[in-house]
């Protein structure tokens, strides 16, 4: 049998661009580690990069990508207006632009459904909500400095409110959203795809201090498979046909996040993972002015 390769995989944007399976996520990467890890990823043959700006680090990613010295056209790039630039949406995209060191992005996401104030960051704006913020987003298309434009964090209710509102001329390609077995959200995955909306794993290994590594379903599994814990979880989310993207500043581990090729996980093993006791969400949205999360995005 032929090997698989995971890592080689793509899934098919309603564009008709093609994501890798597996990109490195960047989040809490500290500025000084960015470059070096997105270095290393890249050079171990990762070809996509999640960051935003909210991250800070936009620059050092940047500084990686060009230190690879793979063509920039081999890469996707993913980046995130943040949620203070939501009337600046223009500014926005230049910010980002100028921190990479690029002339455009693959994917441009909102990162979150808030359109907060920027001088009380505590505030929404009482005139402006996301679905302004996506008209302004759609502009971008055709500008050259975006190939694709997409949301993350988006519930079911608040995307049937922009797919639904006349404005929405361009649906949103991709949904970038929590994924791990604790988060299965399937009810939200089901809807992404019957609206042919690609989703983004986040938090594919369950994030800082992961609980999941405890678990005993997933360690049985990765032990009978003779794999880590985390590699599980990233094909747990392959298969099931959403792209995933851990993080990690650690070489070694940079590498077996990447290590994912020539076996697959059985439709029980899956199933298994679906269905542990357990839940827990990395990401709330206590912290924004606004809910976000209505129990829709399970
Ligand atoms: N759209 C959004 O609102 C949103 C929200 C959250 C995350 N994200 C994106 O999704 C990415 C991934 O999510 P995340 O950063 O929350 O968490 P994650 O990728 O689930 O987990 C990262 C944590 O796992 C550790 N780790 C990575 N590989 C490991 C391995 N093989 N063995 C043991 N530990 C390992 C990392 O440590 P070291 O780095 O120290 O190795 C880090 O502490 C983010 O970086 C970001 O790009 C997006």
């Known amino acids: 049998m032929a090997e698989i390769k995971n890592t080689s995989k793509t899934f098919t944007l309603a564009s008709g661009d093609k994501i890798p399976a597996i990109g490195l996520g960047t989040w809490q990467s500290p500025k000084n580690e960015t470059a070096k890890a997105v270095k290393h990823a890249i050079s171990v043959g990762y070809r996509y990069i999640d960051t935003a700006f ?13 230190a690879s010295g793979v ?10 207006l943040d949620n203070p630039w939501h009337k600046r949406v223009a500014e926005g995209i230049d910010a980002s632009l100028k921190n990479l060191g690029m002339e455009y992005v693959d994917l441009y996401l909102m990162h979150w459904p808030s359109s907060t104030r920027p001088d009380d960051l505590k505030k929404h704006y009482d005139d402006w ?15 050259g400095k975006v190939r694709n434009i997409g949301v993350s964090n988006f519930g079911i209710i608040n995307l ?31 809807y992404c795809k019957e609206k042919d909306i690609h989703c983004t794993g986040y938090s594919c290994l369950g994030s800082t201090n992961s609980p999941l590594y405890k678990d005993p379903t997933l360690k049985s599994i990765a032990e ?12 747990w989310g392959i298969q099931q046909g959403w792209d995933v993207i851990p993080k990690s500043v650690t070489p070694a581990r940079i590498e077996s996040n990447f290590d994912i090729n020539g076996w697959e996980l059985t439709e029980d093993e899956i199933t298994k993972l679906n269905n542990l006791k357990d839940r827990f969400k990395v990401c709330g949205d206590s912290w924004l002015p606004v809910k976000v999360f209505f129990g829709d995005d399970e």
């Open 224 to 235: 009978a498979k003779g794999k880590t814990a985390q590699q599980v979880m990233l094909l």
């Open 71 to 80: 063509p920039r056209e081999q890469l996707w790039i993913t980046t995130k």
């Open 129 to 143: 909500n996301f679905i302004d913020t996506w008209r302004e987003m759609q502009k971008l298309v055709g500008t």
């Open 160 to 190: 049937e409110k922009l797919l639904n509102d006349p404005s929405c001329k361009i649906k949103p390609v991709v949904n970038q959203i929590e994924l791990h077995p604790n988060n299965p959200s399937p009810k939200l995955v089901a």
């Open 54 to 66: 909210a991250y800070g680090n936009e620059s050092e990613v940047g500084e990686g990508v060009k």
